[in-house]
């Protein structure tokens, strides 16, 4: 069964901490998102990847960054946790653009409280 | 840059009855996938269809079917036959062909009562 795992379903931590949340995907896709979800707001894109290294920004970037070492893992830091970075961050991840219909596949959800 | 509205609210719906969820876009681009998700309480994310804009025929997935009406750039959503396991937040979504980029709309909460 394909799957993007996050590394953690529940996080708390406090103001100025640094904040790792962790994606692995087994489908050898290229791409891979970063999203967060909030009540009222739906989901916005925060960065994506399209190949090792490579990123993107997408629409609310600030304060977050990423990383892609490997192409089946995406990380998103956040260098100082601030308490409106409460939320929910889903990952998600598809083939490249072209190729398919494209859709996504989304990990399970890290919900992030921020004290 | 994509923009996509799903304005309403909250809606109840009973069990067995059809369910039509709207969903309209506004892009430029001339070619672009549309997405039905479903994001029940435990917040997996859950895709059910996609309807390509060249695709002549509304696109079906068991319950699921999308009312593609491209002049009027609206992609809605009908579920027939509701169970309660349909109780849920269900989220548009749109990408330009091309593009890896896949934009949401707000989402529309619907709740299957007995």
């Known amino acids: 069964d394909v799957k993007v795992t996050q590394s953690s379903r529940y996080l708390v931590k406090r103001t100025g901490e640094k904040v790792f949340l962790e994606c692995v995907q087994d489908?050898?896709?290229?791409?891979m998102f970063w999203y967060r979800q909030d009540p009222g707001l739906g989901l916005r894109l925060i960065y994506f990847?399209?190949?090792?290294?490579?990123?993107e920004k997408g629409d609310i970037p600030e304060g977050y960054s990423v990383s892609r070492e490997k192409k089946e893992r995406f990380s998103l830091i956040l260098e100082s946790a601030s308490t409106n970075q409460t939320s929910m961050y889903l990952c998600?991840?598809?083939?490249?653009?072209?190729?398919?219909?494209?859709?996504?596949?989304f990990g399970e959800g890290s919900r992030l409280t921020v004290l | 840059a994509q923009k996509i509205t799903q304005t309403q609210p909250g809606m109840f719906v009973q069990e067995k009855e059809a369910v039509t969820l709207d969903c309209t876009y506004d892009?430029?681009?001339?070619?672009?996938?549309l997405f039905w998700y479903k994001q029940p309480s435990s917040g997996e994310m859950i895709f059910l269809i996609y309807?390509?804009?060249?695709?002549?025929q509304n696109a079906t997935e068991g319950r699921y079917s999308l009312n593609f009406q491209k002049a009027r750039k609206s992609a809605n959503l009908v579920i027939s036959a509701s169970q309660l396991g349909d109780s849920a937040m269900y989220f548009c979504?749109?990408?330009?062909?091309?593009?890896?980029?896949?934009?949401f709309g707000k989402g529309n909460q619907v709740v299957v009562i007995p």
């Open positions: 998600a991840s598809s083939t490249k653009a072209g190729s398919d219909t494209g859709e996504l596949f």
């Open positions: 489908m050898d896709h290229e791409n």
């Open positions: 990847s399209y190949d090792v290294k490579m990123k």
């Open positions: 892009t430029s681009d001339p070619s672009y996938g």
């Open positions: 309807q390509g804009s060249y695709d002549q």
């Open positions: 979504a749109m990408r330009p062909y091309g593009n890896n980029r896949l934009a």
